[in-house]
């Protein structure tokens, strides 16, 4: 059984910074592809950025230059670095993590204020 923790949500003015972890743990063989999708209240869950395991790494064009995702293999851990957030970022950020099949985190929630 795999698990995803997440954490580093919260409330955050216009302009600020949160750094979101995403910690797999369980029994494994090898984590493929980690990301982050968002959703906003009466909006579709949309993909916010995704890492493969050779730590490319893809971006929704929203967050490109302001969003950095990395990853620790040796920890089992990804993480969104985001930076200048704006009040649109407000949304529940789910990571996920493509395994043997997909699986989701909890989901942490981001708002920021304007």
């Known amino acids: 059984q795999v698990q995803l923790v997440e954490s580093g949500g919260g409330l955050v003015q216009a302009g600020g910074s949160l750094r979101l972890s995403c910690a797999a743990s369980?029994?494994?063989?090898?984590?493929?592809?980690m990301g982050w999708y968002r959703q906003a209240p009466g909006k579709q869950r949309e993909l916010v950025a995704v890492i493969s395991s050779g730590d490319s790494t893809n971006y929704a064009d929203s967050v490109k230059g302001r969003f950095t995702i990395s990853r620790d293999n040796a920890k089992n851990t990804a993480y969104l670095q985001m930076n200048s957030l704006k009040p649109e970022d407000t949304a529940v950020y789910y990571c996920y993590a493509a395994i043997a099949r997909i699986y989701w985190g909890q989901g942490t929630q981001v708002t920021v204020s304007s």
């Open positions: 369980g029994s494994m063989f090898r984590i493929n592809a």
